[in-house]
């Protein structure tokens, strides 16, 4: 299984950059988008193998 965005090594960097600047409201959105993003492409996934199914 894929690794979901915010737990990514280079977002965790970039969740402590944003926490050690005091940037909490920052930290939160970035939070949000990639559970967004990663949400969205689970529906992708699940998408293309129902497309899939139908195909067949």
Do not use: C, H, S
Not at 43 to 56: A, C, F, G, S, W
Request: avoid cysteine.
């Amino acid at each position: 299984m894929k690794v979901p965005l915010k737990e990514q090594e280079n977002l965790k960097e970039l969740f402590r950059l944003l926490e050690q600047n005091g940037m909490e409201q920052e930290k939160k959105q970035v939070v949000q988008m990639a559970e967004y993003i990663d949400t969205m492409e689970e529906n992708i996934v699940k998408t293309l193998l129902i497309i899939d199914r139908m195909q067949k």
